[in-house]
């Protein structure tokens, strides 16, 4: 599926992240009707007013004919009766003026889901869109705001308790007028907890009973900008890093939608919240890696553990290689895979790799003096050659060699094949356990090739320039990233962030990637991969195409089940 600019996580406008509340125009909506169905009963009244800064900017009040009867017991509750709606307009009428009057307003209503159902269902009747407008419900609000000091959320109880200057009369413009100063109250209250933007106002039903809701003034000071985000505890220690394209909506995310099991423990001991402003999304995924990699918090699992990363080593500069797994790689001669997260991920690539070339399995040196009696298990069992008991040709274990360096560096199928065979053998004598076995072996092996692969194209571009559809860009080099600058071209350095790679010796593309730089390379390679449709590449020292053939996937499909 092709991605558009619109998908791209860039830094949008302010009126698209957080329009400021004094800046909002609301448009109060109530509606009466017939009842409480909007596919079968009729609305009978229908009344509006709009509101920016606390301002009153218009109103709206029309009766309307239901084309259908009005039950007496509605004409009990509102006063309307059948006299007074017969000559009054129908709804299709009336909607090409309550659409103008409503324009791009936020809409609002005390549970707006009941008159929304009804307009919408109008429009649908009359051949119109459905009301694409930003709503607020003043119901989820009140919860959340003032539940403890009425006895219920009901517009009528509310009015009277907090002495609003007009009362609900299940009329619906004095309705609306009710319903708008209780918005008003209600934000005012909301300010306590750091609303400030309508993407707050929206977003703080949501945080209704959090434990740690009164930390919410924590995010007062984030911009709805893109960058990284710290939290702190009392002393200063980090607790936290992350990043986003919006710093202030998901911060407050973690008072609300975000459910881990951490975020609690976390919130607890968070006493500061700092942040890095960057140009991109790009830029912010970065230097969250760097903090992450210098602070190592406690409550970042992703990313942290990169002092343990290992690799696996085919040991080309002796006469009869093999594989291990070792801790850090050498300039030797050698042949490298990854760094691997993880060693029972480095010991899945390693029987991957002999499963498909035999390979000898035995450790330590061997020399004429210190051989074997007998062949190793390995070889008894025919799946490795077992040069360490005598017996075997140096060319014909060279070949092998040459095999697997092939199927590692340049054909990918000649190690995948027979995995692929042995996956469905097994399958077919119904040994589903062992083929799964093999099966994430395979995965194992073609995961961490494909992003060498990657990486290592990346570092091969040397001096990189990548400009983004927002107008802002970044400079990579050898896979690193040297600069980035923002939509008005000014260049960034983060409070020194940046400056320290300047001092840095370019890494060679040449030598396996070391642990430190692993991450961050593959962060900005998977980053531009994604994008790769829609940024724009100015220069280039390297090449970025490659001539290998593509690695099949093992990855098993999630089940319907």
Same mark, same amino acid.
Request: with cysteine.
């Given at each position: 599926?092709? $991605? ?41 009244? $229908? ?22 009867? $009005? ?35 936020? $809409? ?9 159902? &009804? ?27 003032v539940r403890d000091e009425v006895p219920n959320c009901k517009l009528s109880t509310l009015a009277e308790r907090l002495r609003l200057g007009h009362r609900p009369t299940h009329r619906a413009l ?56 710290? &939290? ?86 002796? =006469? ?128 961490t090739l494909y992003r060498q692969r990657r990486n290592d194209q990346l570092r091969r571009a040397g001096r990189l320039r990548v400009d983004l559809p927002d107008g802002s860009g970044v400079i ?5 990233? =040297? ?18 790679? &300047? ?50 996937? &093992? ?7």
């Amino acid at each position: 599926m092709a $991605i558009k600019a619109s998908d791209l996580p860039f830094q949008r406008s302010l009126d698209d992240l957080g329009e400021a509340l004094r800046d909002v125009t609301f448009c109060v909506i109530d509606l009466e009707t017939t009842g409480g169905n909007a596919s079968t009963c009729g609305i009978t009244e $229908i009344g509006a007013v709009k509101y920016k800064g606390g301002e009153c900017l218009g109103t709206f009040q029309t009766l309307v004919n239901p084309g259908c009867a $009005i039950p007496p017991e509605i004409t009990v509750l509102t006063g309307i009766t059948q006299s007074m709606v017969i000559p009054a307009p129908r709804i299709e009428s009336v909607l090409p003026t309550l659409l103008e009057f409503i324009g791009n307003a936020v $809409i609002v209503g005390h549970n707006i889901r009941f008159d929304l159902s &009804f307009l919408n269902a109008a429009l649908e009747r009359s051949g119109r869109e459905r009301l694409a407008n930003a709503t607020v419900d003043t119901v989820p609000l009140a919860r959340r705001l003032v539940r403890d000091e009425v006895p219920n959320c009901k517009l009528s109880t509310l009015a009277e308790r907090l002495r609003l200057g007009h009362r609900p009369t299940h009329r619906a413009l004095d309705d609306a007028i009710t319903t708008g100063e209780l918005l008003h109250v209600l934000i005012e209250r909301a300010a306590g907890l750091g609303v400030t933007g309508l993407d707050d106002l929206t977003a703080l039903p949501s945080m209704s009973g959090h434990a740690q809701a009164a930390k919410l003034r924590l995010t007062e000071h984030l911009p709805r900008v893109a960058g990284v985000y710290l &939290f702190k505890n009392s002393v200063g220690d980090v607790l936290y890093v992350g990043k986003a394209t919006n710093l202030r909506s998901r911060v407050r995310s973690y008072f609300s939608t975000d459910s881990r099991r951490k975020i609690g423990p976390m919130l607890r001991e968070t006493a500061h919240i700092d942040f890095v402003v960057h140009p991109n999304p790009l830029a912010a995924a970065v230097h969250e890696i760097r903090l992450i990699h210098q602070h190592q918090p406690p409550y970042n699992r992703q990313a942290k553990p990169w002092g343990r990363y290992v690799y696996v080593k085919l040991t080309l500069q002796e =006469q009869w290689p093999r594989l291990s797994i070792v801790k850090d790689p050498k300039l030797d001669g050698a042949l490298y895979i990854g760094p691997v997260h993880s060693r029972s991920t480095a010991q899945k690539i390693v029987e991957a790799i002999h499963s498909s070339v035999p390979l000898r399995r035995c450790v330590g040196r061997i020399g004429t003096r210190s051989l074997r009696d007998a062949p190793c298990t390995a070889a008894q069992l025919g799946v490795s050659m077992c040069p360490c008991a005598g017996g075997v040709d140096p060319d014909e274990y060279a070949a092998i060699v040459n095999r697997a360096v092939k199927g590692i560096t340049e054909d990918p199928s000649i190690l995948c094949e027979p995995l692929q065979q042995r996956m469905m053998e097994l399958a077919c004598d119904e040994r589903f356990e062992e083929a799964a076995d093999v099966r994430d072996r395979a995965d194992a092996l073609t995961r961490t090739l494909y992003r060498q692969r990657r990486n290592d194209q990346l570092r091969r571009a040397g001096r990189l320039r990548v400009d983004l559809p927002d107008g802002s860009g970044v400079i990579i080099l050898n896979g690193e990233l =040297q600069s980035a600058w923002d939509r008005n071209g000014e260049i960034e350095n983060g409070q020194g962030w940046l400056e320290e790679l &300047f001092h840095l010796p370019p890494s060679s593309f040449f030598e396996p990637i070391a642990r430190d730089i692993s991450d961050e390379v593959n962060c900005i390679a998977a980053w531009l991969e994604k994008y790769a449709e829609i940024v724009s590449i100015h220069h280039c020292e390297g090449g970025l195409a490659t001539q290998l053939p593509p690695l099949p996937t &093992f990855t098993p499909r999630a089940s319907n089940v």
